[in-house]
């Protein structure tokens, strides 16, 4: 079975913070990791993903996240919080199987991102 | 464009009227899925399909039913809608490297 933890439903930084949103993941065989972004009123856009190449992944909007087996981690980090970051953010964990990542993804509960000037 | 396109976007409805929610995509991705996300407990998997014809419950299946007759098409039924079902539901199908692709989604309110 696979699960994901999310510590802090709500964070909120000043803009030119370090953005810092945890993930804690839960899988009993090696996982593939997301991170997706909705802002008000979208759906879910795939920010990056962790398919056991480096541990270190980079996404857009200069967003990167780095998978800690030891810790079973995948936390979201961003060097400087801009206003436009400012969303709800989701991490998802597949267990690898069939191809392209098994048959779902199980999301966590999603940290909301405020953004203060 | 790429795009998962659901209709309505929006739907007002009363106990036990039956409604469909369309979901369409045009990436001819094998896999599709419904998803529904709820305050405090982020997006939770209703049904899902690897190929045409060939359909599974998720998390949370009761008081859902899905068809997959053609690859592009995956629509959510809900025969008889009840208060708990109204929610923000969410279309998605996998690419091929793994990660899902999602509609706009469809908010639905039960009355």
């Known amino acids: 079975a696979q699960s994901v933890t999310q510590l802090g439903s709500h964070v909120s930084v000043s803009e030119g913070a370090l953005v810092l949103l945890r993930c804690n993941y839960s899988s009993s065989v090696p996982p593939y990791l997301f991170w997706y972004v909705q802002y008000p009123n979208q759906g879910l856009q795939l920010l990056l993903k962790?398919?056991?190449?480096?541990?270190l992944v980079k996404g857009i909007n200069g967003f990167e996240a780095e998978f800690k087996k030891s810790e079973t981690s995948f936390h979201l980090t961003k060097p400087s919080a801009h206003m436009s970051d400012a969303a709800e953010y989701f991490c998802?964990?597949?267990?690898?199987?069939?191809?392209?990542?098994?048959?779902?993804?199980?999301f966590g509960t999603g940290t909301q991102l405020k953004v203060e000037l | 464009e790429a795009q998962v396109t659901q209709n309505p976007r929006y739907l007002i409805t009363v106990t036990g009227k039956k409604l469909t929610v369309t979901c369409s995509q045009n990436?001819?991705?094998?896999?599709m899925s419904w998803y529904r996300q709820d305050p405090g407990l982020g997006l939770r998997q209703i049904y899902y399909s690897m190929n045409v014809e060939v359909t599974d419950k998720g998390d949370v299946p009761e008081g859902y039913k899905v068809s997959r007759k053609e690859k592009r098409n995956f629509p959510l039924i809900l025969e008889s809608p009840s208060p708990n079902q109204t929610s923000l539901y969410f279309c998605?199908?996998?690419?091929?490297?793994?990660?899902?692709?999602f509609g706009e989604g469809s908010r639905l309110t039960v009355l």
């Open positions: 998802a964990v597949s267990e690898r199987g069939l191809t392209g990542g098994g048959n779902k993804l199980t």
């Open positions: 962790y398919t056991s190449a480096a541990t």
């Open positions: 998605a199908s996998k690419k091929a490297t793994g990660e899902l692709f």
């Open positions: 990436m001819n991705h094998e896999y």
